[in-house]
């Protein structure tokens, strides 16, 4: 789905990143999720792993929630996190269509396992996933052949080889 908003000039040339907004632990017990992945502390490991990794290239991380919703159903914790950073990061509307996103963009960096690496390896554009905690299996089968990445070196290395630094 797409809206017919602009989308913000310093978005151009930015590193897109997915990330998958964290629910109050209220709502993920009710909702019974099997695995705390998609959790505060390990999806704000993974966009300040992003950040240090472009912290000297110049570009800057262009981030897509994945909808817009209620914050009383998003973790207190990733609100506060985002709004502290919100300065520093171009923050991309939810009705904004990934694939508008991803053209606009130069690479795709994205939480496992989230549709928009596929997305962007179909887009002809660099994509991974990356792993902040190391607990998935480099060889899972569930990603659907993007590259998974879990140590920041490796997703230094990877940002410049794809940056042409």
Not at 12 to 39: C, K, M, T, W
Not at 41 to 52: H, N
Not at 73 to 95: A, G
């Amino acid at each position: 789905s797409d809206c017919n908003r602009k989308i913000v000039e310093k978005a151009a040339g930015g590193i897109a990143v997915f990330d998958i907004q964290p629910r109050r632990n209220s709502i993920f017990q009710y909702l019974s999720e099997p695995h705390e992945y998609y959790v505060p502390r390990v999806v704000c490991k993974f966009i300040d792993d992003v950040r240090e990794a472009l912290e000297s290239t110049g570009r800057g991380i262009v981030l897509k929630q994945k909808r817009n919703v209620d914050d009383t159903i998003i973790h207190k914790q990733y609100l506060k996190y985002i709004k502290s950073i919100e300065d520093e990061i171009v923050i991309i509307e939810p009705c904004i269509s990934a694939i508008r996103i991803i053209n606009t963009c130069q690479a795709v960096i994205s939480l496992p396992f989230t549709s928009t690496a596929i997305l962007g390896i179909k887009s002809g554009k660099p994509s991974i996933y990356y792993d902040p905690t190391t607990q998935i299996n480099l060889d899972d089968p569930t990603s659907s052949g993007v590259k998974i990445i879990n140590e920041i070196d490796k997703l230094d290395d990877w940002i410049t080889e794809q940056l042409k630094i």
